[in-house]
């Protein structure tokens, strides 16, 4: 696993252990291609190999384009786009080698319904999402690629946006329709647990009342 919050980690990890799983650990900044590469490497030497790699990492500032938040601009290319790209990056060479893997990117519903105040961070979805059918269609099926696209999730990412009008809005709309982040997981076991000559690309899941 790899995230910024050790401490969440930590936590996460004594968990699994708990339940009598193996796991290891390393905290990972995604906006710095290094730590990727340390993660996937610390994979490799624990376990003897990397079988798949799930970009999660993200975040949102909401505003209008003529707002021109240019560090929120510059913080959402650098999370949610380059953040993936040095994910896969560190994943690809280790998939190469063994002549198979899969990358799993966690996208967004906004990238497919498009609206005001989410151009910039619905941009940066849309382009993982065209850079994932490219790949998929260069890897000739050695590594599979699959793309998931969530709705409103029960989860704290309304707590880095900057705007409180748009973070209040947010935290209004996951009381009222946010789903439990297990739903995710189970469609990301799903992509993974097909056979080797099966590719899942594209999964939506989003509450059920969502527009």
Request: charged share 25%.
């Amino acid at each position: 696993m790899g995230a910024r919050r050790k401490d969440k980690l930590e936590e996460l990890a004594a968990q699994i252990k708990k339940s009598g799983n193996d796991v290891e650990y390393s905290t990972t900044d995604v906006t710095k291609s290094k730590d990727l590469i340390i993660l996937v490497q610390k994979a490799v030497d624990t376990f003897g190999r990397v079988d798949v790699i799930i970009n999660n990492a993200g975040v949102s500032q909401l505003s209008r384009i003529d707002d021109l938040d240019i560090d929120g601009w510059d913080q959402m290319i650098d999370i949610n786009l380059k953040g993936v790209l040095y994910g896969m990056a560190a994943a690809i060479p280790i998939f190469k080698q063994q002549k198979r893997g899969h990358i799993i990117n966690i996208i967004s519903t906004s990238g497919i319904k498009i609206v005001p105040m989410q151009g910039v961070y619905a941009g940066t979805k849309n382009a993982i999402r065209t850079i994932g059918e490219a790949f998929r269609q260069e890897s000739n099926g050695e590594i599979r690629i699959t793309g998931i696209s969530p709705g409103v999730v029960k989860t704290d990412f309304a707590n880095g946006i900057k705007n409180d009008q748009m973070k209040l809005i947010i935290k209004e709309n996951m009381e009222k329709l946010a789903i439990d982040p297990v739903a995710i997981a189970n469609a990301v076991i799903y992509a993974m647990e097909q056979p080797i000559d099966v590719e899942i690309g594209d999964i939506v899941i989003r509450p059920a009342i969502q527009n």
